[in-house]
């Protein structure tokens, strides 16, 4: 099993930025691949962004040219730089990671952070 702490959400101005990072713990080997999703109230939980261990990357339509994913190895960390936030990127946020163990597939998710953009 991953254990996935996030930070760096907050409340930010329209046009403004963030960076939100997650670090994974445990069974790190497992991992075949780390992303971001977001879930507004009232709304279905959506994929943000994501990366897989090969280094393929993959976009929200609503979140290409704004949002960046990134993955540092060696702290086994996953970054979402998000520029350029509107009023509609407000959502909980939450890690995740695609696992294997044996034959079979599995999600983990970190407790989520909030992320408020307002004036």
């Known amino acids: 099993q991953v254990q996935l702490v996030e930070s760096g959400g907050g409340l930010v101005q329209p046009g403004g930025s963030l960076r939100l990072s997650c670090a994974a713990r445990?069974?790190?080997?497992?991992?075949?691949?780390l992303g971001w999703y977001r879930q507004a109230p009232g709304k279905q939980r959506e994929l943000v962004a994501g990366?897989?261990?090969?280094?393929?990357?993959d976009y929200a339509d609503s979140v290409k040219g704004r949002f960046i994913i990134s993955r540092d190895n060696a702290k086994n960390t996953v970054y979402l730089q998000m520029n350029g936030l509107k009023p509609e990127d407000t959502a909980v946020y939450y890690c995740?990671?695609?696992?294997?163990?044996?034959?079979?597939?599995?999600?983990?998710w970190g407790q989520g952070t909030q992320v408020t953009v307002s004036t």
């Open positions: 995740h990671a695609k696992t294997t163990r044996g034959l079979q597939l599995y999600d983990d």
């Open positions: 445990g069974s790190i080997a497992s991992i075949i691949g």
């Open positions: 990366i897989t261990t090969r280094g393929d990357i």
